[in-house]
């Protein structure tokens, strides 16, 4: 007999999908060309940042201009630094074209002949 597939999403024990993701984690794991000083670095979005406490820094808002959500970004050195949301996405689609490419600014040209 084929197994029984139920119709309903799996749930944990506090009733939250289990296999669905928040809106707020989507940047998570995201690679990104971010300012580190003065020079433009490629950096990971590697967890929502924390406050003394341990809780989660910012609020999640479908309003752009209302989200205020933190990032902990790594970069190749170590370094981590926090970064708000809206700075991530910014520069996320700054770097990319209208057919989803990614981009890169040319800074200049060394030893020309």
């Known amino acids: 007999e084929p197994p029984i597939i139920p119709d309903d999403d799996p749930v944990d024990s ?11 984690d989507m940047l998570l794991n ?4 971010l300012p580190q ?3 433009i670095k490629a950096a990971k979005v590697i ?14 808002s479908e309003n752009p ?3 205020t959500v933190v ?8 370094t981590i630094r926090e970064y708000g949301a809206n700075t991530i996405a910014q520069n996320m689609y700054a770097q990319v074209d209208t057919n989803g490419h990614t981009t ?5 040209i060394i030893d020309h002949s």
């Open 14 to 24: 506090t009733g939250k999908a289990v296999y669905e993701q928040p809106f707020t």
């Open 30 to 33: 995201a690679e990104v060309l």
């Open 37 to 39: 000083g003065e020079e």
């Open 47 to 60: 967890r929502r940042s924390k406050d003394v406490n341990d809780d989660l820094i910012g609020t999640y």
């Open 65 to 67: 201009m209302l989200n």
């Open 71 to 78: 990032y902990d970004v790594e970069f190749p050195d170590g």
């Open 104 to 108: 890169y600014t040319l800074d200049s």
